[in-house]
């Protein structure tokens, strides 16, 4: 399975009790991944500040009044932000297009599908880790540079 691949196996889950819950609980049951639950944004944020996570999967609205939103805004201020996944049972492309455009990683339809579930984690989790790969790429090619080209490139064109 391809989620064996990953390294870090934790999806925090952020849900009201009830069916949704019952639901990813199954899905994770027989697989890799560890599941963890919080059911509103100051816990999750203790959560995340505790222990790092591969991904999250958040309902749209909380039960403590915050939405998707709020706690997308809390993961972009972590170094290197675990994917965030929506889930709702009122999907449409409306939504699917505002919560690409702001920087959440994709939109699940409840009921969930557990095959789609496994796939949207495991693509989230694969992606955020090739971009920690890429970390080390990205700090050299935003070095200083003179004329719009990195150093290293300029003093091998000038022979120095």
Not at 31 to 49: E, G
Not at 73 to 97: F, G, M, N, T, Y
Request: hydrophobic share 40%; glycine share 4%.
């Amino acid at each position: 399975m391809a989620e064996k691949l990953i390294a870090n196996q934790t999806v925090l889950a952020v849900f009201s009790d009830g069916e949704d819950r019952t639901s990813l609980t199954s899905i994770f049951a027989h697989s890799n991944w560890k599941l963890r639950f919080t059911r509103a944004l100051p816990q999750t944020q203790t959560t995340l500040r505790k222990s790092p996570v591969g991904v999250v999967i958040s309902e749209r609205c909380l039960p403590d009044g915050h939405c998707w939103k709020d706690l997308l805004l809390e993961l972009q201020k972590i170094e290197c932000p675990p994917p965030l996944i929506v889930a709702d049972h009122l999907v449409d492309e409306r939504l699917w297009a505002e919560v690409l455009n702001l920087g959440a990683y994709d939109l699940l339809a409840t009921p969930f599908d557990a095959n789609e579930v496994l796939h949207v984690v495991s693509t989230a989790c694969r992606r955020r880790q090739d971009a920690q790969g890429m970390a080390p790429h990205r700090k050299l090619a935003t070095s200083p540079t003179r004329g719009g080209v990195p150093e290293t490139k300029v003093r091998a064109a000038s022979g120095r």
